[in-house]
Every structure is written in structure tokens, then in C-alpha cells.
């Protein structure tokens, strides 16, 4: 089991930043891709960005593209989200997610991770 725990949510305005963090604990070793998910109210959950645990190598949803950057602290088996020019529209519940190994590293689908945390809240006021 892998257990993820996320902080660094809060209240910014738009145009402002925030960074995510996701700590990993437990079967470090059968991380292949940590992802962050998002979830509005209303709406279904949807996929913001990943990373390779080994390698590194990322993957972002076009919305966010150019504003958010992944990254990882492999000593420090944290996943970080930097989230620059935030938007109203950003506003959500952030998730992170990690998956066992795949045939791909372009996971995008909730389906495809295996182990969830609790989330943490991201509200950009206009």
C-alpha cells in the first residue's frame, strides 16, 4: 500500500500562486507515475498533471499548461505542484494520485491510479 498526503491548498486571488505538496509513504517502491487530479463542485474530477517517479518525465491537461509545473523530491518522496497565474476557474479540490506500473507513463484517467489521498482544497477568488 502507498498512502498520499496532500497540503499547501488555501485562499489566493487570481493571478496569484500556490505550491502543492503530496508526501508518499509505505511501498515507495512501486510508485511508477504520481499525478495531481482536480474536482470542482458539479463537476467530474479531472486530470491537471504527472510525473515519472523515475525519470521524471511529465505530462500536463492544456489548461494548465505553461502555469502549473510538477515536480519531485525523490529523497524526500514528495510531489510538488507549483500553480503560477491562477485563475477562478482553478478553483477545486486537489488531488494526488499515484499508479504501479503501467505500459504507458500518459495516465490521465482516474482510473488508472491506484492510490488516492484525502485532497486539499484551492479556492482563487476573482
Known amino acids: 500500500q502507498v498512502q498520499l498526503v496532500e497540503s499547501g491548498g488555501g485562499l489566493v486571488q487570481a493571478g496569484g500562486s500556490l505550491r502543492l505538496s503530496c508526501a508518499a509513504s509505505?511501498?515507495?517502491?512501486?510508485?511508477?507515475?504520481m499525478g495531481w487530479f482536480r474536482q470542482a463542485p458539479g463537476k467530474e474530477r479531472e486530470f491537471v498533471a504527472s510525473?515519472?517517479?523515475?525519470?521524471?518525465?511529465?505530462y500536463y491537461a492544456d489548461s494548465v499548461k505553461g502555469r502549473f509545473t510538477i515536480s519531485r523530491d525523490n529523497a524526500k518522496n514528495t510531489v510538488y505542484l507549483e500553480m503560477n497565474s491562477l485563475k477562478p476557474e482553478d478553483t477545486a479540490v486537489y488531488y494526488c494520485a499515484a499508479t504501479q506500473p503501467r505500459q504507458t507513463s500518459r495516465l490521465i484517467r482516474s482510473n488508472d491510479y491506484d492510490y488516492w489521498g484525502q485532497g486539499t482544497q484551492v479556492t482563487v477568488s476573482s
Open positions: 509505505g511501498r515507495i517502491f512501486s510508485i511508477y507515475v
Open positions: 510525473i515519472r517517479w523515475a525519470g521524471g518525465s511529465t
